[in-house]
């Protein structure tokens, strides 16, 4: 069956305005059900990581990152459960003034609607990814890298279970096909995504920057070291 990226993004779209009826309290517990879940599962989980570790030769520098075991993943549900207990990051008034003619003006924290994050041999950023997205009232849309592919699905499939069990549109949290020929599509996609993050290599960020015609938040390219003579 053919994958028809507009038809998807249009049901994220959709789905992204369901969560504008959950409020801080049951967007968290949303978050921390989803953290349970994955730890519960966490089996099938490594599983599916080992996978994907046989197929990553051992030189690659890649591996050690790439690698899931109970410790990282006990690791992750925290930071998911962490994310969970902030504070509601929507309805914050940032600016509160009176301008002429007595019009009170207001500038208040929303959610963006549809998020798309771009990443790379990582697969704790999948749970990250998802934690921040839902927490703040957004809808996620993910594209993560060709070598931890079957950790990501594993890892949405979990996230989705959870999703229908509360009534909740598993479309809520997308992830995208490995192909790379729906990259292009998804950055120029700028009816059904807000903002698309990359996070990973120089050459990830220059390639979204270069080709997004949606808003792009850019993270740090990574390798950064600080060296301290004795």
Same mark, same amino acid.
């Given at each position: 069956m053919s994958y028809d990226i507009i038809k998807q993004l249009q049901k994220t779209q959709a789905a992204s305005r369901t969560l504008l009826d959950l409020d801080n309290e049951a967007r968290s517990n949303l978050v921390i059900k989803i953290a349970d879940a994955i730890? *519960? #599962? &966490?089996d099938i989980l490594l599983v599916e990581n080992q996978k994907d570790l *046989?197929?990553? @030769?051992? +030189?690659n520098p890649k591996k050690d990152r790439l690698l899931l075991n109970e410790e990282r993943i006990a690791g992750m549900v925290q930071d998911a459960k962490n994310v969970a207990a902030l504070p509601d990051p929507t309805g914050e008034v940032q600016l509160e003034r009176e301008i002429e003619q007595g019009l009170q003006l207001q500038k208040i924290s929303t959610p963006l609607g549809v998020v798309a994050i771009? !990443? #790379?041999a990582r697969p704790n950023v999948t749970l990250d990814a998802i934690s921040l997205c839902l927490?703040? =009232? *957004? $809808?996620?849309?993910?594209r993560g890298g060709t070598d931890a592919e079957e950790s990501n699905i594993a890892t949405i499939s979990v996230v989705h279970e959870v999703l229908e069990d509360l009534g909740l549109s598993p479309d809520l949290v997308h992830l995208m096909p490995i192909d790379r020929e729906y990259v292009k599509p998804m950055l120029e996609a700028e &009816? !059904?995504? @807000?903002?698309?993050?990359? &996070? =990973?290599?120089?050459g990830l960020i220059n390639f979204v920057r270069e080709h997004s015609k949606i808003p792009t938040i850019e993270t /740090? $390219? /990574?390798?950064?070291? +600080? !060296?301290v003579h004795e």
């Open positions: 730890w *519960n #599962e &966490r *046989n197929k990553m @030769d051992d +030189t771009i !990443y #790379e927490k703040s =009232g *957004n $809808a996620v849309v993910l &009816r !059904y995504i @807000d903002v698309v993050i990359p &996070r =990973g290599s120089k /740090g $390219a /990574g390798v950064c070291h +600080t !060296y």
